[in-house]
């Protein structure tokens, strides 16, 4: 009787150190140190049309706790129009607060953004859809942004829905997750930013949610049917606190 209740004193215990380390590892923002071979991808592209519609992306790289998905589509009708212009970036080599112009760097740019969505949609609905057999055209879509963790972001995200008949859209999303750790105040920051305008008819809404165990718990929720103009930017920021572990806190020879 008394080893099952020692086991089971051993067990809680085990337990209990093991809690108490996660929420030592979450209490401080480690600095995240781009791959040795640092890669990046963009996207410019841009289009005006009367039809079927259909966009898809995902977009994730561990390396830099960025993690991005979209889905939208629809139907302008016979009568109806749709313009879409987006210009993207996901950037490994980033470095905020490290800055230096001495060296020519193809990867770094100018703009201490790891992952920047700058989009612009117009739509209007008239008359019976193209590819679809539907009475009356139609734009609906779904987007997630997000900084997972567990691959040392700051944990937080953000999603979007919409299902309109009519949307004027102008968008700009942006996460910083590799800031370089300073030894002394004031430290840099990770960062995600989502900056949105919308006249719409139809649905619209956004979720968003910031966690840390045992220390914060954020959720936001937003929703709106009808016709209305929406004007929101949501910002989540955590300072980086501690140097990343067995690596070097510079890049292209700016230490």
Not at 12 to 41: N, S
Not at 190 to 208: H, K, M, P, V
């Amino acid at each position: 009787m008394k080893k099952k209740k020692m086991k089971k004193i051993g067990i809680f215990l085990a337990a209990l150190v093991i809690a108490m380390f996660l929420v030592g590892t979450v209490a401080a923002m480690k600095e995240i140190c781009p791959p040795d071979q640092r890669e990046k991808f963009c996207e410019e592209s841009a289009v005006q049309g009367v039809g079927y519609i259909e966009y898809s992306k995902s977009i994730l790289d561990k390396a830099i706790a960025v993690d991005v998905k979209e889905y939208m589509r629809g139907e302008t009708g016979e009568n109806g129009s749709f313009a879409m212009t987006i210009s993207e970036v996901m950037t490994e080599g980033t470095r905020v607060g490290n800055a230096s112009y001495k060296y020519y760097d193809p990867i770094n740019a100018t703009d201490f953004n790891n992952f920047a969505c700058d989009k612009m949609i117009q739509f209007e609905a008239k008359g019976k859809g193209y590819g679809l057999n539907v009475t009356q055209g139609f734009l609906e879509g779904q987007s997630s942004y997000k900084s997972p963790r567990f691959n040392g972001g700051i944990g937080a995200e953000v999603e979007e829905n919409y299902f309109v008949t009519q949307m004027q859209k102008e968008e700009l999303t942006t996460m910083r997750t590799t800031a370089v750790y300073n030894k002394t105040p004031p430290y840099n920051a990770q960062q995600l930013q989502f900056s949105t305008r919308n006249a719409f008819i139809g649905e619209w809404g956004t979720d968003s949610r910031w966690k840390k165990v045992c220390t914060k718990d954020i959720e936001h929720h937003q929703f709106f049917r009808g016709d209305f103009q929406v004007d929101k930017t949501l910002v989540f920021k955590e300072e980086v606190t501690e140097p990343c572990k067995g690596e070097v806190t510079c890049i292209c020879g700016d230490c």
